[in-house]
């Protein structure tokens, strides 16, 4: 399904820096804490003084075990930390202790939806690795004249670094993966997620060629800290790439930042030597050794991820594989259906009601899944009515407008039948109060049914005459005329008796 | 007491213990021996300090409070990071550093209650064997002061020797404790690698590097590598999780039937005839304590020289790569930008053989030599690892010399580093291999230089080495000579 | 094999080592000398056996060859002043190097 730009196929592969949300640093005892006075959480460990040693944190381990189940990869019983070697002043030891030959997460994959248009394809992108890391500090260019400024707070901080295969072919298959990644990190709770601090960091290595071509040589995007600079900073970057071709120069290998205010992306100044980081085993740490056992525990401790819930959701609520996968975008929109679907034992028309009204309330205004007015027993009791013809759709749509406005009656124990209950009350109130009532009684409709056929003898010739949709027109003047209080149902029916 | 400075670390201790002396006298003693840096041994000192931890063992020795080692004094190899002293590492790039903490042996034997006398030269960064790599100057042997001490721990062995101090802390990374206690006719033992933590000890090579007590008997260096040893759990992911041993209760087993390993390879063309007589000599001395003398191979003992000089190198510009002018320590003064600022301040702050080494190291691991150098040493040095496993079947230790010659004079290798290389040919193979290796006196060569003799024993048989010297000890008395003068 | 002049240079700047032209020559020279007795390493049969990273994978009777984990447990205190006494140039906390370009 690849679509071409140009007549070129576009290639990506994401390089993500996840900071695992520890404590205490992947090495030393110093605090994470984002945000402190500069070199105020850098301990000797972390500033590299002289006689220090590293130790490793059992947490990033942890995490990291985690995130290789939540992604279906291989966690190696045995994996090395080795030292990547070049100078930079944010990099304390001169080297970065990282893995290289043999890293702790081996393979796994991400899947997810994405539309194009109004079509929604299924997408699987391959993961090569996650390995453990220490981030490096930062360098402070501001208001020091000719000279930089270095924090090493930052500094050993633990990263998972999450590589994926070349396997994205648009930017819009490139923010879903990076949306799902995200997901996925949070979820299971092993990263904080927050892009502007830096916690979460993707890196998109973009490449063209012509179709069935060989890969391109490609130029990494550093540093994306949001899905929208993602965007546009490849697609900049693709088409850059193209003009370069069309235009008969060959495209060089480079390291390249996005810049939000042009909207472009422009070649870093790359160290000479990059190329040689001179990488070994760090004599410091022996071999990280995971066990069996330990996965298997991890594995019982963990949430349902997300994947997995949603496939729950297809066999237990017969859901489709679509709406499975949307109610999971969110550990709340999941409970929320959940609690919805028990509390009216509908789960399609409940996962309708929140795809539908709900969502489409979410997108306008800032309310979310965690502080919604309308509580999933108030949304249960208003289906049960629907379901019990009580009231129709669109009655129901006014109910729930009222909830909605009115978030002082929300029910907040709404996983108790008596929270069901009372919300069964304040629906049936509502109806009552606004007379929404869905009108039963036929004597009552049939008055509106012979004032609305009189009122519209052309309708009913027509009708007559062999033209279906003329009934539509007449349904809808007794809906109108019942101020939506009338069976749909019922309507035909009677229609078709008095002109059958 | 007038010769405090000829006693023992084990009389010593005793005597402070009965109060028959204080630790402010002995440090005072002591203090006053280092007036003038007799052979240049010691690169900072500070009476103030000194004598304040003297006073505090003095009070802890009155109130029944006292360690084992309570106002016994020691000085550390200048690779040893120290709250209270300068640490240099003998190199100009840390001149002048002070540490914001001790390291992890410095803090043990402290607690034991020695009193630290200051810090001892030593090659920089502990490359060398011969102290004359030290940027503040070479150490010259008490022997006779137009040779060499040995190196890298040359300062230690010298002070030992001169008296100076009853003990010292060095370190051993290719035999720096080994071959400077023999060439100073003084006895030291290096642990099995993680035996001793090395958190605070400044990282030349880390898979080699490992901390050892000099001094002048085994019993002396048993008390304190009881002290100093030790799993370090929560500052090195390479200290052994085994448990701290008395090696002092473990000294007094005969020699019978011990078994001794001789490795054709040690007693090759290479080794000089003066000190194949002494080690000859001293191997019937063992014959005649009961041990048993078994013929023995260990193969790759050449190829330990490359393998040694590949690795530990390797290891050594990563290592080293800290030293950037950034965090602490010498920053050039001109400079044009940061990558100008990098190379002058480094090639300000290392001296020639550091340079080298780094060089050579950063070669071994660069792009498209790491398999033919890096991992091929790497492979052979798990050959020399297993030919001593092998050794082991038929011998409880092994004993042979520690250096092909006796001390060599001052400025002999100065433009052959090669030669220096050469001549730690028998410390090697037990250093890649992590076995716990020590040199004891065992008689004089040419120019009445001291010979010392190397027992390599298996991993963690520490106790049975030591055990082996001081019987030998009890025998004889080499251990007991001083230098002229002291 | 022996080192050439660019090799020297190559790794010099690898290091990050300003070498005067005579001390790049004597070094040269040094390192071409070492590995004269490198070479021989290169004739020893080293085929199936699993490279040494560390000697602590050679003392089965210690069993110390796993890496040691520590608690998640943030304990160390600021201590920058500390830290930052033998700095060379720091300003507001913060360690002062010529001006980073990126």
């Not at chain 2, 071959?179 to 990282?203: L, V």
Request: glycine share 8%.
């Amino acid at each position: 399904m690849s679509k071409l730009v140009q007549g070129y196929e576009v290639v990506i592969g994401f390089e993500t820096h996840a900071q695992l949300s520890t404590q205490s640093k992947i090495f030393s005892r110093a605090p994470t804490a984002f945000g402190a006075e500069p070199n105020t959480q850098a301990c000797a460990v972390d500033m590299a003084l002289p006689g220090t040693l590293p130790v490793m944190n059992v947490g990033a381990v942890e995490r990291a075990i985690e995130f290789g189940l939540a992604v279906n990869a291989h966690v190696a019983e045995r994996s090395i930390f080795a030292r990547k070697n070049y100078f930079y002043p944010d990099l304390p030891k001169g080297y970065q202790i990282s893995q290289f030959e043999i890293p702790v997460v081996q393979g796994g994959e991400v899947s997810f939806f994405l539309e194009i248009g109004k079509e929604t394809a299924h997408k699987t992108v391959r993961l090569v690795r996650a390995h453990l890391e220490e981030d490096a500090g930062k360098s402070l260019h501001e208001d020091f004249i000719g000279q930089s400024g270095i924090d090493l707070n930052r500094a050993g901080t633990p990263l998972l670094e999450i590589v994926t295969e070349p396997d994205m072919r648009s930017s819009d298959e490139a923010v879903a993966y990076a949306k799902e990644l995200h997901k996925i990190v949070t979820w299971i709770g092993i990263c904080d997620g927050n892009m502007q601090e830096g916690s979460f960091r993707c890196d998109a290595n973009v490449s063209v060629r012509k179709p069935g071509a060989a890969l391109g040589t490609r130029r990494e995007i550093k540093n994306l800290n949001s899905f929208k600079f993602m965007q546009q900073a490849i697609d900049y970057e693709v088409r850059w790439q193209i003009d370069q071709l069309e235009d008969g120069h060959a495209i060089e290998q480079a390291t390249v930042l996005f810049d939000p205010d042009t909207g472009e992306t422009r070649a870093m100044r790359t160290k000479e030597d990059a190329a040689d980081y001179r990488y070994f085993p760090d004599p410091d740490l022996p071999p990280l050794v995971i066990g069996r056992d330990w996965v298997e525990r991890v594995k019982t401790e963990m949430a349902e991820l997300p994947r997995v819930m949603a496939e729950r959701f297809v066999t237990q609520y017969g859901l489709p594989d679509y709406d499975a996968t949307l109610l999971t975008q969110s550990k709340a929109a999941a409970a929320y259906f959940e609690a919805t679907s028990q509390a009216c034992g509908q789960p399609k028309l409940a996962s309708n009601w929140i795809m539908g009204e709900v969502s489409r309330r979410l997108n306008t205004g800032d309310v979310t899944f965690d502080n919604l007015p309308v509580s999933a027993a108030q949304l249960g009791a208003l289906i049960s009515r629907i379901t019990d013809n009580t009231i129709s759709n669109s009655a129901a749509r006014q109910v729930f407008d009222r909830l909605w406005n009115n978030p002082d009656q929300r029910v907040h124990d709404f996983n108790e039948r008596g929270g069901f209950d009372y919300a069964l009350t304040i629906v049936d109130k509502i109806i009552v109060d606004d007379g929404l009532k869905q009108m039963n009684d036929s004597s009552a409709l049939e008055a509106i049914v012979d004032e609305v056929l009189a009122a519209n003898p052309k309708n009913v010739q027509e009708f007559k005459a062999g033209n279906a949709k003329a009934l539509n027109g007449l349904v809808g003047q007794i809906m109108k005329a019942s101020k939506g209080k009338a069976n749909p149902a019922q309507v035909n029916e009677m229609l078709n008796q008095k002109l059958g | 007491m007038t010769d405090l400075h000829t006693l023992s670390v084990k009389a010593l201790a005793e005597s402070l213990r009965s109060r028959q002396v204080s630790a402010v006298e002995v440090a005072t003693r002591f203090l006053a021996r280092t007036g003038g840096n007799p052979n240049n041994a010691f690169l900072d000192i500070d009476s103030e300090v000194t004598l304040a931890q003297a006073r505090a063992s003095d009070a802890k020795l009155a109130d029944g409070t006292a360690g084992p080692l309570e106002g016994v004094p020691v000085a550390h190899k200048d690779v040893f990071v120290t709250r209270d002293f300068a640490t240099t590492a003998g190199s100009k790039i840390l001149n002048g550093y002070r540490s914001p903490f001790d390291a992890t042996v410095v803090q043990r034997l402290r607690s034991a209650g020695m009193v630290s006398l200051g810090k001892l030269n030593c090659d920089e960064f502990a490359m060398g064997s011969s102290n004359e790599n030290s940027a503040y100057g070479a150490v010259t042997n008490p022997w006779d002061t137009t040779r060499v001490p040995g190196g890298s721990s040359g300062g230690s062995a010298a002070a030992v020797a001169a008296g100076l101090t009853p003990a010292a802390t060095g370190t051993d990374t290719g035999g720096s404790i080994r071959q400077p206690a023999a060439f100073c006719g003084i006895t030291g033992i290096k642990p099995t690698y993680g035996r001793a933590s090395r958190y605070g000890m400044i990282a030349y090579a880390s898979s080699l590097d490992q901390a050892g007590p000099m001094a002048r008997s085994a019993e002396d260096c048993a008390l304190l590598l009881s002290a100093m040893c030790g799993p370090d759990l929560d500052r090195d992911s390479t200290s052994l999780d085994v448990p701290a041993e008395n090696f002092s209760a473990k000294l007094d087993n005969s020699l019978a039937g011990v078994r001794v390993g001789i490795p054709k390879e040690f007693f090759g063309d290479g080794l000089a005839s003066d000190v194949r007589s002494a080690i000859d000599t001293a191997l019937t001395q063992l014959q005649d304590l009961g041990a048993k003398l078994v013929p023995i191979s260990l193969p790759r003992t050449e190829l330990s020289i490359p393998v040694y000089y590949i690795i530990a190198p390797a290891e050594a510009s990563s290592n080293l790569s800290r030293f950037d002018g950034v965090k602490f320590g010498h920053r050039t003064q001109d400079y044009t930008d940061l990558g100008d600022m990098y190379k002058k301040t480094r090639a300000e702050g290392f001296g020639e053989e550091v340079k080298r080494r780094i060089m050579t190291g950063a070669y071994v691991l660069s792009h498209g030599y790491y398999d033919a150098y890096y991992l091929q040493a790497q492979k052979i040095r798990r050959m020399i690892a297993d030919d001593f496993q092998r050794a082991f079947a038929e011998c409880d230790v092994i004993a042979g010399p520690v250096a092909p010659t006796v001390a060599w004079t001052l400025g002999n290798n100065a433009n052959d580093p090669l030669a220096d290389y050469l001549a730690d040919i028998f410390t090697l193979p037990a250093s890649l291999a992590g076995l716990p290796g020590m040199s004891l006196p065992v008689g004089f060569g040419t120019g009445h230089m001291p010979v010392g003799m190397q027992l390599i024993g298996n991993y963690l048989q520490e106790a049975q080495l030591l055990n082996v010297a001081h019987q030998y000890q009890m025998n004889t008395d080499f251990h007991l000579q001083h230098p002229a003068g002291v | 094999m022996s080192l050439t002049d660019q090799d020297i240079s190559r790794i010099a700047n690898l290091a990050r080592l300003e070498l005067q032209p005579d001390e790049q020559q004597r070094m040269l020279s040094k390192i071409n000398d070492f590995f004269s007795i490198v070479e021989q390493i290169s004739a020893v049969d080293t085929t199936g056996v699993v490279p040494m990273a560390h000697p602590v994978d050679a003392m089965a009777n210690t069993g110390g060859i796993h890496l040691r984990l520590r608690p998640d447990v943030a304990s160390e205190p600021n201590q920058r002043d500390a830290n930052q006494r033998s700095a060379p140039a720091v300003e507001r906390g913060l360690f002062l190097v010529p001006k980073v370009i990126e």
